[in-house]
Nanobody, 127 residues
Framework: QVQLVQSGGGLVQTGGSRGFVCEAS????????MGWFRQAPGKEREFVAG????????DYGDAVRGRCTISRDNAKNAVYLQMYVLQPEATAVYFC????????????????????WGRGTQLSVSS
């Protein structure tokens, strides 16, 4: 079983950038497809970005496409999310998630497909 510890987020002004880090412990990190989700107040959790176990493939949610980058470092057991040109609607709690996945080239985008979740990190974008 993997444990996910998140860092990053915080308060940023509109137009700024901010990153998140999710560090995993337990298991072989490259065997986990990773994802980032977010949940804004009063809204359902939505997919932000996903990356395959080998890091070769990525996918992004429509709301953030072109304004964020997901990456991973399997040697450091970490996945990263960098967001750019932030707008107030990006204010949310951001979660990282892991899915045990033997197919190392597969990107997972559905919330229900993930097995493990981080506790969440708040990002607030001021207008």
């Amino acid at each position: 079983q993997v444990q996910l510890v998140q860092s990053g987020g915080g308060l940023v002004q509109t137009g700024g950038s901010r990153g998140f880090v999710c560090e995993a412990s337990g298991g072989t990190f490259s065997r986990y497809a990773m994802g980032w989700f977010r949940q804004a107040p009063g809204k359902e959790r939505e997919f932000v970005a996903g990356i395959s176990g080998n890091g070769a493939n990525t996918d992004y949610g429509d709301a953030v496409r072109g304004r964020c980058t997901i990456s991973r470092d399997n040697a450091k057991n970490a996945v990263y999310l960098q967001m750019y040109v932030l707008q107030p609607e990006a204010t949310a709690v951001y979660f990282c998630a892991a899915r045990t996945e033997s197919r190392q080239c597969v990107v997972i985008t559905e919330e229900r497909s993930f097995h493990f979740w981080g506790r969440g990190t708040q990002l607030s974008v001021s207008s």
